[in-house]
């Protein structure tokens, strides 16, 4: 079911990993709902992060939502290994499954919800086979791989898109939005049908993420 109020999930990659149980204490303190871990393999994405390990520590720190966004190139290998660690929603991309509605049901086979993301260059019509099987859409607005990137405005128009469709066919999806978000275009983007915001930067490098956090979550339709 679509939130009443905006989701906010920091992304744990901008925190401070020598802090790591700080950086989530403060997440949950700031009223966030989601946990973001995005895992990079250095193969579809220029970077490299983190595997389970990583998420068996988080799981450990927090009862958020640990949502996992697996930027990676064989994603199905590596799905049971993510859930069994405690992510409790697992994001593919459509751009590295040969077979997506099969890496969603493995998702979900595992007790896990699943959701599916596009890059910029991706068009949302490539959702449409899949969407009504879907817990969760995660529209990219910046080419993954790194943090810190500037917001691409083209990513409005497929967002308005997205929501269409989602409400003509699976109204109970979440829609997701990441890469550049802020205080300044959060309202702009649950306008436009986002229900979840992925915050990196505009939360954890906040000169106040308490407030930044009260401010995303505070936008409205």
């Not at 500037?150 to 128009?157: L, M, N």
């Not at 205080?183 to 649950?190: E, F």
Request: proline share 5%; hydrophobic share 45%.
């Amino acid at each position: 079911m679509q939130p009443a109020n905006t989701l906010l999930a920091p992304s744990i990659l901008s925190a401070d990993f020598t802090k790591l149980a700080e950086s989530i204490a403060l997440a949950e303190k700031a009223g966030a709902d989601w946990m973001h871990c995005d895992v990079m393999d250095g193969h579809f994405v220029p970077n490299i992060t983190f595997g389970p390990f990583i998420i068996k520590a988080i799981a450990q720190c927090t009862n958020l939502v640990i949502d996992t966004h697996l930027m990676i190139s064989d994603p199905d290998t590596y799905i049971a290994d993510f859930i069994q660690a405690g992510s409790n929603q697992i994001t593919v991309h459509q751009e590295t499954c040969a077979h997506l509605h099969r890496s969603v049901q493995l998702i979900k086979s595992l007790g896990a919800k699943a959701g599916v993301s596009i890059n910029p260059g991706t068009p949302v019509s490539t959702l449409e086979a899949i969407l009504p099987d879907l817990d969760l859409v995660l529209l990219m607005s910046v080419n993954p791989g790194f943090g810190g990137q500037k917001f691409i405005p083209s990513s409005y128009v497929k967002l308005r898109k997205l929501d269409e469709m989602r409400n003509a066919m699976n109204p109970e999806m979440i829609l997701a939005v990441d890469g550049g978000v802020t205080v300044d275009n959060a309202q702009d983007l649950v306008s436009a049908g986002a229900d979840a915001l992925i915050a990196g930067t505009a939360f954890f490098k906040a000169d106040n993420p308490a407030e930044a956090a009260g401010k995303i979550k505070s936008a409205s339709r």
